[in-house]
């Protein structure tokens, strides 16, 4: 059974900076293409960004130059560093394995809110 879990959202003002991680068990993680994805308020899941078992990187235009994702297989966890964080950032953060997962592909979450 996959498990995700989620952590490290927080209320920041913009500007700031967060680190979510996320812990992964119940499947290959190593071998695994990994995905974060979020939700705003009213909207539905939007792909943020992902990284390859070999460790290449891609990212929504909306958040390149600012976002870094990456990936420690020997403890199972995925990482989303967040700099330079706009209002419009504020959502749910979910980590995945898939780009658009069902609710079995992604963890509960983790709440980012941006404001001042």
């Known amino acids: 059974e996959v498990q995700l879990v989620e952590s490290g959202g927080d209320l920041v003002q913009p500007g700031g900076s967060l680190r979510l991680s996320c812990v992964a068990s119940?499947?290959?993680?190593?071998?695994?293409?990994m995905y974060w994805v979020r939700q705003a308020p009213g909207k539905g899941l939007e792909w943020v960004s992902s990284?390859?078992?070999?460790?290449?990187?891609y990212y929504d235009e909306s958040v390149k130059g600012r976002f870094t994702v990456s990936r420690d297989n020997a403890k199972n966890t995925l990482y989303l560093q967040m700099n330079s964080l706009k209002t419009e950032d504020t959502a749910m953060y979910h980590c995945?394995?898939?780009?658009?997962?069902?609710?079995?592909?992604r963890g509960q979450g983790t709440q980012v809110t941006v404001s001042s």
């Open positions: 995945a394995t898939n780009r658009r997962p069902t609710p079995a592909q």
């Open positions: 119940g499947f290959t993680f190593w071998a695994s293409e």
């Open positions: 990284i390859t078992s070999s460790g290449t990187t």
